[in-house]
Nanobody, 121 residues
Framework: QVQLVESGGGLVQAGGSLSLSCAISGRTLSNYAMGWFRQAPGKEREFVAALSWNDTTYYADSVKGRFTISRDNTKNTMYLQMNSLKPEDTAVYYC???????????????WGQGTQVTVSS
């Protein structure tokens, strides 16, 4: 059974940076496409970024140029580097795994528990 554990969230001022990590156990990271999603209070979960097994990447328009998704297969860990953070980036961030690269949350079968990111103005 695949388990995903996020870490690295916290409180940061607008314009600052945070790096999130997603450690995967139970399966080999290189066999999966991976994604980051976020959910703000009162809003639906939304796509942030995704990374295929061969390093094809997709980004939501709202984070393009500011966020970078990456993976280290030797550590079975995925990352999300977030720069130039804005208050509207405040949300719980989730990592997820899927067989086929997608921007749709329903296509992801395994999810982490989430990590809170708060950006103050």
């Amino acid at each position: 059974q695949v388990q995903l554990v996020e870490s690295g969230g916290g409180l940061v001022q607008a314009g600052g940076s945070l790096s999130l990590s997603c450690a995967i156990s139970g399966r080999t990271l290189s066999n999966y496409a991976m994604g980051w999603f976020r959910q703000a209070p009162g809003k639906e979960r939304e796509f942030v970024a995704a990374l295929s097994w061969n390093d094809t990447t997709y980004y939501a328009d709202s984070v393009k140029g500011r966020f970078t998704i990456s993976r280290d297969n030797t550590k079975n860990t995925m990352y999300l580097q977030m720069n130039s953070l804005k208050p509207e980036d405040t949300a719980v961030y989730y990592c997820a795994a899927t067989d086929t690269l997608s921007t749709v949350a329903l296509r992801y079968s395994s999810w982490g528990q989430g990590t809170q990111v708060t950006v103050s103005s």
